[in-house]
């Protein structure tokens, strides 16, 4: 991206759903120091911003938007 470009403009954002991301402890969840672990592999492929969906504890009736 270009210093005079307003970023978001031009950015490549990738969305994260935790959840089934990739699981760092085993559980069968997705968590995250899975996504944390992982990093370096959305920097290879050039993403700019990561935007995660909700990853706090929810009674999961609406996907962790609920709370």
């Known amino acids: 991206m270009s210093g005079n470009s307003v970023w978001w403009k031009e950015a490549i954002v990738y ?3 935790p ?6 402890d085993g559980d069968g969840i ?8 992982k990093l370096d592999v959305l920097q290879q492929l050039g993403v700019d911003v990561i935007w ?3 990853v706090y504890v929810s009674p999961e009736v609406d996907n962790g ?3």
């Not at 959840?19 to 760092?24: G, I, N, R, V």
């Not at 997705?30 to 672990?37: E, F, S, T």
Request: proline content about 9%; cysteine-free; hydrophobic content about 35%.
């Open 52 to 54: 995660l969906n909700p």
């Open 65 to 67: 938007y609920d709370i």
């Open 30 to 37: 997705g968590d995250l120091p899975g996504i944390i672990a």
């Open 15 to 17: 969305q994260v759903y």
């Open 19 to 24: 959840k089934s991301f990739y699981d760092s």
